[in-house]
């Protein structure tokens, strides 16, 4: 009989597992650290803290934790470690923590509903994480919505959102705000340009990419998540050398809840706007130009010259690590061109610019990325709409269900978009029925320590506190804002017909730069001035040169170009030669102070009004206009004119692509004939300017024959005045014994302000009469000794300096005019002498200008001895030149 059959008798060998190894050097590396993992684990274990998400995020949940914390421990409510404060003490924690919570701004009395709604999330996220089991039902949720709801309508919480309503900024209210902020730099000076280059490059750079403000910049909690220059990869197309052939790839590394993951950046495609109109919202060349004014590139011909010579044709940054948006420093000139910017820099940048423009809108950064979806939204259909989208249409095609379209797979297989779109939006300008009003300009007036001071007294803050204070400040410029807002609304308004090229401030700007680089340099606000014409000729096509010397406009201006009769206006033709040589580079046909002035003897010649023909250059003349120009307007240099090369390193940027700095000369705004480098003389001159209309104004037949000139005046006497002070002066030192200025002096105006201040005597020479000086000194002359009051008494103005000067001027002047002789100037040589002077002090002026040019001490002796019958020895010598400090003093 056989055996029974048994299956466990049978022997099968062990089968070998595939993956068997899988591992094994991970394994071994971590038996071979056993000792060293197990301490750092447990060290990671004890250390452990909530980390989830941005920091503005972490930021969040600690905040809530830390306050339901602390009022469980002040009001001794029990918390169990495990399951966490119930239902209840979180209800009770909600009533109290809203009576404590202020709303954001100066008029929000109570929170927003949804504030403490979302901040109650991030309490629940947080106490997930801090106790292992806490958990609350539907029941005791619902509960708590009931008690927000419940203070919501007890009026302790706002329902709504907080700003009255959502704003639209498209490319169109963009180009506006745009154009309006580099034109009042233009007409109105400014601090730095390289801060109105670079708050125009943030707004238009949003625009373009219509991203949020943080994926530009350095958000909250971050240190070096933002976008830098090696981001800006700029490419020449094959065959194409110029700035407007440049194609721009922007790489978005930093995108909101993508900042940390790898790989995951996005690329919006650019290309130049060849429109000049469009100059102003071009982030191309607004690009270029930053890039050059703070040395990312050395020039335009060196970047694209080796652009063109590289296999990938791309423009090489010499700084690729810098951020894009660099940071602004508080009142400074300069640019911390190695730090990023906050992301409120976006915000209060933004801000500037639309108050520029006059836009009756509160506007943060995000009002331009929405502005930029409606006009995505609202484009015209064309061939040039966006292709390389993903559409359920692709989707279907390639297989995809609907949740994969959905979830964006879809988007992830097509990848990014191919083709510009921000070209298409720039040039079809659309106005949304959304977009804000637009008035006139708003003029920010500073706040004087008074104003500060009683804002803070009536609202019980400490006017001593510098935060109290400057948060005071901001209060007070908010409300005004808001007041400007309501009354720009409520004023009548004629429309408007200008169009962007000529479009200019909102309201007419009285103050005009002169440079020697500015196309609107000359130009005045109403006075009706020829236009410059910009366009060349087909048949004579503008030269090009390679030379380093071109200007901005070398390759715009043709001196054959005329202008006349509002149109075009004749050029002289030796304005016309002097001009060529300028456009041609023959420097050395020109004189030392013609190649100095440059452009503007073009300017002399030809007056014209075009105030944004800067702005509407061709593309590499824009460029190279606004990387040169470097006018500044600061008061600190206005009070060391005499030092001030030794000043402007350390008040305004220097080097690079810029040109040496110049002051920003006022001009006068009611006679147009007034301008001076410093305000103050400015506002002086405004007070007794009677304007274009003044009686004495009148017409101005006799002209100026000396070559160049043209000056037209009224009188003979005028024109006199005119050739002697300008046209046979000659250079000089001061001739006074004793003088140890040995400056040359070039014009009339600086020997004769020389003279009345370092050569006025005091006769005879005084003691200080200040009560209490113990100065021994005897003062000889007034200058020192209004140092000397200003120094040792702090007496700075003259009013205050008065009653310790010697005899009043103002008694001696009516003295001596009530015993002067009318009489004519006995030294002669010019039609001027033959006057008849009424007054003592006119003949004295006289003396003191013109080609005599005399001490004001000598003019004052003439004039008394000159009141006798017979003039003295004295007077005779100085009529004759003997007297040493007087040699040559009426030379033609």
């Not at 040019?853 to 002796?861: F, G, V, Y």
């Amino acid at each position: 009989m056989d055996e029974p059959f048994n299956s466990s008798d049978i022997e099968i060998s062990p089968v070998q597992k595939r993956y068997a190894n899988a591992g094994s050097k991970s394994i071994t590396s971590m038996r071979d650290a056993l000792f060293e993992d197990r301490i750092s684990s447990k060290k990671r274990l004890h250390r452990l803290t909530d980390t989830r998400g941005a920091p503005a995020t972490q930021y969040g949940r600690s905040l809530w934790l830390n306050r339901i914390k602390s009022y469980t421990t002040n009001n001794r409510i029990p918390v169990d470690p495990q399951t966490g404060p119930d239902h209840v003490t979180i209800i009770r924690f909600i009533d109290t923590a809203v009576k404590h919570i202020k709303g954001r701004g100066s008029e929000a009395l109570v929170p927003l509903r949804i504030s403490i709604k979302k901040g109650i999330l991030s309490l629940f996220a947080a106490l997930v994480f801090e106790y292992p089991k806490f958990n609350l039902s539907k029941h005791e949720c619902a509960r708590i919505d009931a008690v927000i709801d419940d203070l919501s309508d007890e009026g302790k919480l706002s329902r709504g959102r907080r700003r009255e309503k959502f704003q639209w900024i498209g490319v169109s209210i963009v180009e506006k705000m745009c154009r309006c902020w580099l034109q009042a730099a233009l007409d109105e000076g400014c601090l730095s340009w390289d801060i109105i280059i670079h708050k125009a490059l943030t707004v238009v750079l949003q625009s373009a990419l219509g991203c949020r403000g943080g994926e530009i910049t350095l958000s909250k909690g971050y240190t070096a998540e933002y976008m830098r220059w090696s981001h800006m990869v700029m490419k020449l197309p094959p065959n194409e050398n110029t700035i407007d052939d440049i194609q721009l790839t922007c790489l978005l590394k930093f995108e909101k809840k993508k900042k940390l993951d790898t790989n995951e950046d996005r690329d919006v495609p650019l290309k130049a706007l060849r429109d000049p109109s469009l100059n102003v919202v071009c982030p191309i060349k607004l690009l270029l130009i930053q890039a050059l004014r703070s040395g990312n590139i050395l020039s335009i011909d060196d970047a694209l010259t080796h652009a063109s010579y590289r296999h990938d044709r791309m423009i090489q940054w010499l700084h690729p690590e810098r951020p894009v948006i660099p940071q602004l420093n508080k009142c400074s000139a300069f640019i911390a061109w190695d730090l990023p910017a906050p992301t409120g820099q976006v915000n209060r940048t933004t801000q500037d610019l639309g108050l520029m423009a006059g836009i009756l809108a509160s506007l943060v950064s995000h009002d331009v990325r929405r502005g930029a979806f409606r006009d995505l939204a609202n484009m015209r259909s064309s061939s040039d709409l966006p292709v390389g989208v993903a559409t359920k249409e692709v989707a279907r095609v390639i297989g995809h269900s609907s949740g994969s379209y959905l979830k964006g797979t879809t988007d992830k297989y097509v990848g990014d978009v191919e083709q510009d779109t921000y070209t298409a939006r720039a040039e079809q300008m659309f106005a949304s029925r959304k977009a804000p009003a637009i008035g006139n300009k708003y003029k920010k007036r500073r706040l004087t320590k008074g104003e500060i001071t009683t804002y803070c007294k009536e609202k019980n803050v400490d006017p001593a506190s510098k935060n109290a204070r400057q948060r005071a400040g901001e209060a007070i410029h908010g409300q005004r804002k808001l007041d400007w807002m309501e009354s720009e609304k409520n004023q009548d308004t004629t429309p408007s017909t200008t169009s962007r090229a000529s479009v200019s401030t909102p309201s007419t700007a009285s103050r005009s730069t002169t440079s020697s680089l500015s196309i609107s340099s000359r130009s005045s606000a109403t006075s009706p001035t020829p236009s410059l014409i910009v366009t060349p000729t087909d048949d004579e096509p503008l030269p090009t040169t390679d030379s380093s010397v071109n200007t901005a406009l070398t390759s715009l201006i043709d001196p054959r170009l005329f202008l006349l009769d509002g149109n075009n206006a004749v050029i002289e033709d030796t304005a016309a030669q002097r001009l060529d040589s300028i456009i041609y580079n023959n420097i050395e046909d020109l004189g030392e102070d013609e190649q100095a002035m440059g452009l503007d003897i073009f300017l002399e010649n030809v007056e014209q009004n075009s105030k944004t023909s800067i702005l509407a250059l061709p593309g590499r003349a824009f460029v190279e206009a606004f990387s040169k120009i470097n006018i500044v307007r600061n008061i600190p240099l206005q009070g060391h004119i005499k030092s001030i090369h030794q000043h402007f390193p350390t008040h305004c940027p220097m080097g690079n692509s810029r040109d040496y700095p110049t002051l920003f000369v006022y001009k006068c705004g009611n006679c147009h004939d007034y301008s001076t480098q410093s305000k103050n003389n400015l506002e002086v001159h405004e007070l007794v300017c009677k304007g274009e209309d003044r009686k004495d104004r009148q017409e101005r037949p006799l002209i100026c024959e000396y070559e160049g000139c043209g000056s037209a005046y009224a009188s003979s006497k005028a024109l006199q005045v005119h050739v002697d002070s300008a046209h046979c002066w000659e250079p000089r030192k001061c001739n006074i014994p004793g003088c140890t200025n040995d400056r040359v002096f070039r014009t009339r105006t600086d020997l004769s302000n020389h003279l009345s201040h370092y050569h006025h005597p005091i006769e005879p020479p005084m003691r200080c009469s200040f009560p209490g000086c113990t100065s021994t000194t005897l003062w000889d002359q007034m200058h020192k000794y209004k140092q000397h009051l200003k120094l040792r008494h702090n007496l700075a103005v003259l009013a205050a300096q008065k009653p310790y000067l010697p005899e009043d001027i103002s008694l001696r002047k009516v003295s001596a005019a009530a015993s002067f002789q009318p009489t004519a100037c006995f030294i002669g040589g010019s039609p001027a002498c033959k006057t008849i002077w009424k007054r003592p002090e006119s003949l004295t002026r006289h003396l003191t200008k013109g080609i005599h040019a005399l001490s004001l001490e000598e003019a004052r002796k003439i004039t008394r001895k000159r009141n006798h019958e017979e003039p003295d020895k004295e007077a005779e010598s100085l009529v004759d030149g003997e007297d040493d400090g007087l040699e040559n003093v009426h030379t033609l």
